[in-house]
């Protein structure tokens, strides 16, 4: 047996008795050994934890149990509480941190029927974008984006189905991005983060991650405690009014594959037009001030451990100690007046479309990256077009674009505050749309 492309095959094929979650769960684990002495995405594997769970689905699947996510393999990013279940972070400071209870997340993906096959890698801590030692699936000496890396590579690898991640300046959509997966960094308060281990409380979220854009919506319902309501199928761009939002230069690969889902919304009846919104690319430096300023105090509870860090993430909290309240407030009052805009532009347009992270996967440990024939931070450059959203609070899609046979490329939908599984719904035209182009 080979694994399923989707979530919702997988589902189908398990609701009509084609396959067992047992037999799923073989195959899941085959993949992951076969990838992970390659890619090492996962942290913590927790085989005889899902082999249980899975034999529990098929008692329940028997009995008539119909759930959507009823004995499907997810992973969970390496900040979530499970209990009796390692939560390390990343980082050598929680190596012999066992949680004692689940988040919140958790316990509802639990009391679905999903099936954990781990934890997945993260940057330290959340605080970076490499997700060392992560490699891609299909380059494995380039790197994966992060700081939910782990869960975007197990994803793109095809050995889990599902997966939970955190994203404070991108950190889902950027791996999303660049490992042609799918994700969705929800309306601010719409998952709990109770067990989540924090990098910003004021810009973090806790969202899915899937190999395609209609299995976020299963997975958001329950991560979310809300079930769907209303038509759960592709929405078309019928009669939309679309903000193509500029955000600075991008490889060529990434504005083809922008370029080619502008084509497709108009093609489907939408309606795309250029919007230009001032300090949405600077806004990345306010992330990464609140980020900084949050981070600083929460990690002060281990200031006696700072030889334990990695040096990256040391420096970064050490330059943070010098931010001071005033300048914190004052970034949040831009974030404010950020959200003012966005919700002023989205009065205007149904949506809006932005790039994804502006170029291809990077070879690891690059510092620098070069797009459009400059050189870039590399950090700076995976989240300019994605922090935005995070200061506001607006739901984001992340969803694959055609990438002309090269390293994946993606693109963003950003809705209002609410309209998550109204973005789910647009990406999945979208990506039914390119269909082929996608492979």
């Keep these: 047996m080979t694994m399923f492309t989707s979530l919702t095959q997988a589902r189908s094929a398990l609701h009509e008795g084609r396959t067992s979650a047992v037999e799923l769960l073989d195959t899941a684990l085959a993949e992951m050994e076969h990838w992970e002495p390659q890619i090492h995405a996962m942290v913590t594997q927790t085989p005889e934890l899902a082999r249980a769970a899975a034999q529990d689905a098929d008692r329940r699947l028997a009995a008539g149990d119909r759930g959507d996510l009823l004995g499907i393999p997810i992973v969970l990013k390496d900040l979530v509480d499970v209990a009796g279940v390692p939560t390390t972070a990343g980082s050598r400071v929680l190596a012999d941190n066992m949680a004692t209870s689940d988040a919140v997340v958790w316990q509802r993906l639990r009391a679905a029927g999903a099936v954990l096959l781990g934890k997945a890698n993260t940057h ?223 009065g205007q347009f149904d949506v809006l479309l932005l790039p994804g992270v502006p170029f291809t996967a990077p070879p690891a440990y690059d510092d620098q990256v070069e797009v459009a024939g400059q050189p870039e931070d590399r950090d700076t450059a995976l989240c300019r077009n994605m922090a935005l959203a995070n200061l506001t609070g607006h739901p984001v899609l992340a969803l694959p674009a055609p990438a002309d046979g090269g390293l994946p490329v993606g693109t963003q939908l950003l809705g209002g505050l609410g309209s998550d599984r109204d973005l789910i719904r647009l990406g999945g035209w979208i990506e039914s749309a390119f269909g082929s182009a996608l492979d």
């Design 124 to 346: 330290e801590f959340a605080y970076g974008g490499t997700s060392e030692p992560t490699r891609h699936p299909a380059d494995t000496s380039r790197m994966v984006g992060g700081s939910s890396g782990g869960p975007a590579a197990a994803l793109a690898a095809g050995y889990c189905l599902g997966a939970v991640g955190t994203d404070t300046a991108g950190s889902i959509r950027n791996p999303a991005g660049l490992c042609g997966v799918a994700g969705l960094k929800p309306s601010r308060g719409l998952v709990d983060p109770t067990g989540v281990i924090p990098l910003s409380p004021t810009l973090d979220v806790v969202g899915p991650m899937a190999r395609r854009v209609a299995d976020l919506d299963p997975l958001l319902s329950v991560m979310s405690g809300q079930p769907a309501t209303g038509d759960p199928a592709p929405r078309t761009p019928e009669g939309l009014c679309v903000g193509l939002l500029s955000l600075g230069p991008m490889d060529d690969q990434v504005l083809r594959g922008l370029s080619a889902t502008q084509e497709v919304l108009a093609t489907g009846g939408a309606t795309v037009e250029g919007l230009e919104l001032p300090g949405c690319t600077e806004s990345v430096y306010d992330d990464f001030l609140i980020i900084g300023f949050e981070a600083v105090q929460y990690h002060r509870r281990w200031a006696d451990r700072r030889d334990d860090y990695t040096p990256y993430v040391r420096s970064r909290l050490e330059d943070a100690e010098t931010t001071s309240e005033t300048d914190y407030q004052a970034a949040l009052e831009r974030a404010r007046q950020l959200r003012t805009a966005i919700d002023q532009a989205l």
